[in-house]
């Protein structure tokens, strides 16, 4: 079974701090997926990652960055967090089969749900 | 503006009865058609995929079908249980990138 892992299922951070948000998949998958999601909205990409030291910016990737410097992980940064940032974070993996999100299918983590105060 | 839309988005059922919810796409060109089930609390899980060709996919007491014509799905949900309550998920990929749908939001009650 393809298991991925989120450091924390919760979070509370204060405006201004920086925060990691941990990804850890265990399939050997080459893409890895950071997705926010909030009430009424479908899920939205941050960043994506095909490749270690690879990534992509996706759709809402200002106030972001990330970091994959091992295969199996990969890093989800808030340089400086602020309230509109609230939300619930997923990380997803899959195969490298296909570039970017569209080939095959994603497997997706429990979720972080950071509140930044 | 490639774009999925859910209905309802939300909906109450007994246990035991059936339900459909419908998902429309404009997303073009289109490739793969999926449906997720999300539990409060948890990432999405994949129930189905379907492509182009296909009509109809099943897991379970799931049924998912698609018209690629009128870019229309549905998932059609039998004999619902108390652990059918999540969120369902459709997404839409164009080949490199997905669109979600917001989701519909299932209760199955007693």
């Known amino acids: 079974d393809v298991k991925v892992t989120q450091s924390s299922r919760y979070l509370v951070k204060r405006t201004g701090e920086k925060v990691f948000l941990e990804c850890v998949q265990d399939m050997d998958h080459e893409n890895m997926f950071w997705y926010r999601q909030d009430p009424g909205l479908g899920l939205r990409l941050i960043y994506f990652s095909y490749d270690v030291k690879m990534k992509e910016k996706g759709d809402i990737p200002e106030g972001y960055s990330v970091s994959r410097e091992k295969k199996e992980r990969f890093s989800l940064i808030l340089e400086s967090a602020s309230t509109n940032q609230t939300s619930m974070y997923l990380c997803?993996?899959?195969?490298?089969?296909?570039?970017?999100?569209?080939?095959?299918?994603?497997?997706f983590g429990p979720g972080t749900r950071l509140t930044v105060t | 503006k490639n774009q999925v839309e859910q209905s309802p988005q939300s909906l109450i059922i007994l246990e035991g009865k059936n339900c459909t919810l419908q998902?429309?796409?404009?997303?073009?060109?289109?490739?793969?058609l999926r449906w997720y089930k999300q539990d409060t609390g948890r990432g999405p899980v994949s129930l189905t995929i379907?492509?182009?060709?296909?009509n109809t996919k099943s897991n379970g007491r799931y049924t998912a079908t698609l018209d690629a014509d009128t870019k229309q799905s549905s998932l059609h949900i039998t004999a619902s249980q108390l652990s059918d309550s999540a969120s369902y998920i459709c997404?839409?990929?164009?080949?490199?990138?997905?669109?979600f749908g917001a989701g519909t939001i299932l209760r199955v009650k007693s």
């Open positions: 997404v839409v990929s164009d080949g490199n990138k997905l669109v």
């Open positions: 997803a993996s899959s195969s490298h089969l296909a570039q970017g999100q569209g080939g095959y299918e994603q497997y």
């Open positions: 379907m492509t182009f060709s296909e």
């Open positions: 998902c429309n796409y404009t997303v073009s060109p289109f490739s793969n």
